[in-house]
């Protein structure tokens, strides 16, 4: 049982380049969600998923889009990365059952944009 | 749209001493109330939560929470900080959706 995983780990980008992260759960959980997490300023939500093949949007949305073809998969897309979007991103998986709401964690993905 | 303010963005304590990270929210609702700890380069790990019930709430490593409704907070608490207990510290707090709504963190310092 692997729980929440992110590749890559790193990556450097060049302004206007695109990529996409990948995060993979495996324990069946229905909710996913993309954080990213800048010094000060804690965890911000940029989107999430309630289920397969549904996404919206969260707190910081610009600039990202994100796609959930497999329940087990949550993908983050940059189309065109700025400097602004330098930034560690965190994965996110729990089970729909209200009251049950903790969040597991993947290790995050480092990205820099130059 | 709900908040959490964790009062401190660094604090240190003695190796031995009382550990208390401070966490306010608001939320116009009962919410559900989480303490995450990150080690550097790691992710979120689960301290522990609130949902309903007790209002104090122990988690791992011997850190404990209480829920204060009157005050809208949701300390953290550990008597004897320990040198591993070196991490940031998040609070969080969700409502009744399905969004998550997280404090900026507090860097905890132990010293030997």
């Known amino acids: 049982n692997a729980g929440v995983t992110q590749t890559p780990k790193f990556r450097v980008l060049k302004t206007g380049q695109s990529m996409t992260l990948l995060c993979a759960q495996d324990?069946?959980?229905?909710?996913m969600y993309w954080y990213r997490q800048d010094p000060g300023m804690g965890l911000r939500l940029i989107h999430y998923?309630?289920?397969?093949?549904?996404?919206a949007k969260g707190e910081v949305p610009d600039g990202y889009n994100v796609s959930r073809l497999k329940k087990q998969n949550f993908l983050l897309g940059l189309e065109s990365a700025a400097p602004s979007q330098t930034s560690v991103y965190f994965c996110?998986?729990?089970?729909?059952?209200?009251?049950?709401?903790?969040?597991?964690f993947g290790p995050g993905t480092r990205l820099t944009v130059t | 749209a709900q908040s959490v303010t964790q009062l401190g963005s660094h604090v240190s304590v003695s190796e031995g001493a009382l550990v208390l990270l401070r966490c306010n929210y608001s939320s116009s609702v009962p919410p559900y109330l989480f303490w995450y700890v990150q080690y550097p380069n790691q992710g979120l790990q689960l301290l522990l939560k609130?949902?309903?019930?007790?209002?104090l709430v122990k988690g791992i490593n011997g850190f404990e929470a209480e829920f204060k409704k009157s005050e809208t907070s949701f300390h953290l608490t550990k008597p004897s900080a320990h040198m591993s207990d070196a991490a940031e510290y998040f609070c969080?707090?969700?409502?009744?959706?399905?969004?998550?709504?997280f404090g900026t963190g507090t860097s905890l310092t132990v010293i030997p």
């Open positions: 969080a707090c969700q409502d009744t959706g399905n969004q998550f709504y």
């Open positions: 609130y949902t309903t019930g007790a209002t």
């Open positions: 324990m069946n959980h229905e909710y």
């Open positions: 996110a998986s729990r089970v729909k059952a209200a009251g049950k709401g903790e969040q597991y």
């Open positions: 998923s309630v289920g397969e093949g549904t996404t």
